[in-house]
């Protein structure tokens, strides 16, 4: 079911985001607290736990404020804030797409583990919401109740718990700033009452899997024709596997649909990599990364359609894509989580010598020439991940939509994806290309561009904002493509 009133356009279509530049922190992690930029046009410059969250659109004027993240019980984790409506109409928390009668489009992310955590379910009737049934969103009815001009209501969302060694959470959702938040001890900040506080979580099973992996592919280099280079997956471990096990968890099915749905080749060779940390011995941890690859060979097999040859490999602790330990010596809990991951590398086979090579669709650039401009304001490099924002600009007098359809599953023309307008990527200088990353909970790629309105005002400004994997330490030069326009747009990476 589609959130009423929305159509598939306007719920999947632009995410504009303002996100600082921010100095570099150990393993390249964003400080908390929105640390991570600069206020966009339109805009002001917010704190998460002080000044709020802003709107990503200049011309929608609402704002978040006092924000908590606050473990409660072993089980939730539990973000309230006040919703402010700062513009001359109405305006509800649901029309952000913060619905439990539909979707509740806000999650949040553990950047140094790769995983993405949807709202719990209640068991029981919220006799509160209207309408409402067993095993909706845990969130307070003030999400579907308009807020006046001026006035302010308080908003409660209740999350699965991250493990006890995550110390901030990036909090995405549709039509506000994406902030880094910190997560408080039980007791430490003072809630307000809420029945979503107190209502029982539906089990996690297989239809109902809140956490998950962030999924990001980098595609090789293109090709005039046939398929481009082979494209490579990053799995983090701990959505996949128990601390020291290689038995897969109940979560990793939805890592492995989110890969499959991204994979466009219908046969050729898939080479699956486990890697550990330095926690344990090196014979053991060499062991472990064999018997990950080999579990994950046996559920992504299961799920590829087509003529495929499977490989495995395990580096053990030999390929750290980060530090397992501080500089004083210490653990670093997060940059082991950023080691402990499978990578899958899809290659694609080459058409048969008697058949045509599939094309690929020609290139979008719908918007060149148009009143609509871009502008890239940062790329940032997160802890295993990387945050391009690009503000656009409706320079005419009339408003204007970008054609945006944020639906990450598409394949376009001969299985080859199309972008959209403003659709963003990442092009390295290897001529590779990242996609934007997939979250398996989410109906549309909220993680890969969000969600919003695709319509522009005149003379308002947005800012389409995407994560993807992260980008490779030898790479000095990358650009931004963003759809519709001819050619990429130049950018430096910083450090988050």
């Not at 006040?82 to 952000?96: C, K, R, W, Y």
């Not at 580096?315 to 991951?341: L, M």
């Not at 010598?353 to 890239?376: C, F, H, W």
């Not at 790329?379 to 945006?404: C, D, F, H, P, W």
Request: aromatic fraction near 6%.
């Amino acid at each position: 079911m589609r959130p009423a009133g929305r159509s598939v356009v306007a719920i999947a279509a632009l995410a504009l985001l303002v996100l600082p530049a921010c100095g570099r922190g150990e393993q390249g992690r964003a400080t908390p607290a929105n640390a991570l930029g600069a206020p966009a046009p339109g805009t002001s410059s917010t704190s998460a736990a002080g000044g709020g969250i802003e709107s990503v659109n200049s011309a929608r004027k609402i704002r978040v404020q006092n924000v908590r993240l606050v473990r409660s019980g072993t089980a939730d984790l539990v973000m309230q804030f006040e919703f402010v409506n700062t513009g001359d109409e109405p305006i509800a928390p649901s029309s952000l797409g913060m619905d439990p009668l539909t979707h509740v489009i806000a999650f949040l992310i553990d950047l140094p583990r790769g995983t993405g955590y949807a709202t719990q379910k209640a068991v029981e009737h919220n006799t509160d919401i209207d309408f409402s049934g067993p095993g909706q969103a845990r969130v307070s009815a003030s999400t579907g109740v308009n807020v006046k001009p001026g006035e302010r209501s308080t908003v409660t969302l209740v999350y699965p718990a991250p493990p006890a060694e995550t110390t901030s959470m990036l909090f995405v959702a549709d039509g506000l700033v994406p902030t880094e938040i910190p997560v408080q001890a039980e007791g430490s900040v003072p809630l307000t009452d809420d029945r979503a506080l107190h209502e029982t979580n539906v089990p996690f099973d297989d239809q109902f899997q809140p956490v998950a992996p962030l999924v990001c592919p980098v595609e090789g280099a293109a090709k005039p024709t046939g398929p481009a280079g082979p494209v490579s997956f990053r799995l983090p471990s701990d959505a996949l596997f128990a601390f020291g096990k290689a038995d897969l968890t109940p979560a990793a099915s939805g890592a492995i649909e989110s890969l499959a749905k991204q994979v466009t080749a219908e046969s050729g060779t898939v080479t699956i990599e486990g890697h550990t940390d330095a926690v344990g011995s090196d014979a053991d941890n060499q062991k472990l990364s064999e018997a990950r690859a080999a579990a994950a060979k046996g559920a992504i097999a299961a799920r590829l359609n087509g003529n495929f040859t499977f490989k495995t490999v395990g580096f053990g602790e030999t390929k750290p894509v980060a530090p397992n330990t501080k500089p004083d010596g210490s653990d670093d809990p997060d940059g082991r989580a950023q080691n402990r991951r499978v990578e899958i590398v899809v290659d694609a086979a080459a058409a048969p010598a008697d058949e045509p090579a599939p094309t690929r669709d020609e290139p979008n650039l719908e918007l060149e020439g148009s009143a609509i401009k871009p502008q890239v304001r940062s790329v940032t490099a997160l802890a295993g991940y990387t945050l391009a924002q690009v503000a656009i600009t409706n320079t005419g007098s009339e408003k204007k939509n970008l054609g945006y359809l944020n639906d990450p599953n598409r394949k376009g023309v001969n299985g080859f994806r199309a972008d959209s307008g403003g659709e963003l990527s990442i092009n390295l200088s290897t001529g590779s290309q990242l996609r934007g990353c997939l979250f398996a909970p989410s109906w549309w790629g909220v993680l890969e561009n969000g969600s919003g309105e695709d319509v522009l005002p005149a003379g308002s400004t947005q800012l389409q904002w995407a994560i993807f994997g992260s980008v490779p330490p030898e790479q000095k030069s990358i650009s931004v493509g963003v759809g519709g326009f001819a050619k990429p747009y130049p950018a430096q990476i910083t450090s988050g």
